[in-house]
DNA sequence: TGAAAGACTGAAAATCATTATCAAGAGGCA
DNA sequence: TGCCTCTTGATAATGATTTTCAGTCTTTCA
């Protein structure tokens, strides 16, 4: 059902902006809500290869933007180089813990901290946009 | 003065690796240490080409890398595609609020944050090892 | 129905920042 | 002086991402 409620807003979504609903933007799409993790465009691509092989990497590429647009998606950078992409329709904002040794990213939310970069930035005068904050470590299971 | 530690600071580094103190080197360090701006490799490459225009780019790069190993500098990602560079000696850890609009980056700190921070690794049993925050804005300059 | 206008696509070329390669140039020291 | 190693600049290579382009598919509407 959140399924199917994000399919409806990519349609809507295309639908306003004149684009159209093709094979290959409902196959990335699918492929990237049956998921959770934080996915590079590459692993995506990949992934969506073994469903379809015609497909291009540009598309994958294509498809992802459009969902950042369409707020189905976001980008996040943990610094490894590669651009990853989350879930973002029914997921508020929230940081992450990232596990160095294996690459697991927890999605945590302190709002106490947030409350506190709100604080901060009006100690400074500036209007807040948006803002990331990555706790970078080892998690339990890599502690061994 | 601060300069002047630096300056021994990256001869002592240099040194003790068994590499040369050259006049790029030291032409790189010293425009490096000029300037408060976060530099990408690139601008710090035009700056540097100005005194010595028989100076290569990747001499910036692998100089930059040399501060970096020395402690003298370290990398921050605004988010724009291109790695920039900070003073680290002398530089207690801390964040940024990054304006969108001109770009300037202010360096904060909040004991505040950065205890809860440890708090909420600590929730979930990870071993931090650093963190990075940055809060996206408008400059009180920049909001007209 | 059928033709024009656009949107889409995959492949391949182009970018951008960064890194590696390589041959030539120094520095230090036996 | 000679040799070993470090340095350097130019250039090629890389990796992630974008753009280009020519061919396809849809939609529209006469």
């Given at each position: 059902m959140t399924d199917h409620s994000e399919r409806k807003i990519f349609g809507d979504f295309l639908a306003?902006?004149?684009?159209?609903?093709?094979?290959?933007?409902?196959?990335?799409?699918?492929?990237?809500?049956?998921?959770?993790?934080?996915?590079?465009?590459?692993?995506?691509?990949?992934?969506?290869?073994?469903?379809?092989?015609?497909?291009g990497q540009a598309t994958v590429y294509r498809v992802l933007k459009l969902l950042c647009d369409a707020k189905l998606a976001r980008e996040v950078d943990f610094g490894d180089?590669?651009?990853?992409?989350?879930?973002?329709?029914?997921?508020?904002?929230?940081?992450h813990l990232v596990c160095t040794s294996c690459g697991k990213a927890i999605?945590?939310?302190?709002?106490?901290?947030?409350?506190?970069?709100?604080?901060?930035?009006?100690?400074?005068?500036?209007?807040?946009a948006n803002h990331e904050m990555y706790l970078y470590g080892t998690c339990p299971e890599c502690q061994g």
């Open positions: 306003e902006k004149g684009l159209r609903d093709t094979a290959q933007r409902e196959l990335i799409l699918e492929e990237f809500l049956r998921r959770e993790q934080h996915l590079t465009a590459e692993e995506l691509y990949d992934i969506v290869k073994q469903r379809d092989r015609t497909i180089g590669a651009r990853r992409y989350e879930h973002e329709f029914g997921h508020e904002h929230h940081d999605e945590v939310l302190d709002p106490a901290i947030e409350t506190l970069q709100r604080a901060l930035a009006e100690r400074y005068r500036f209007t807040l």
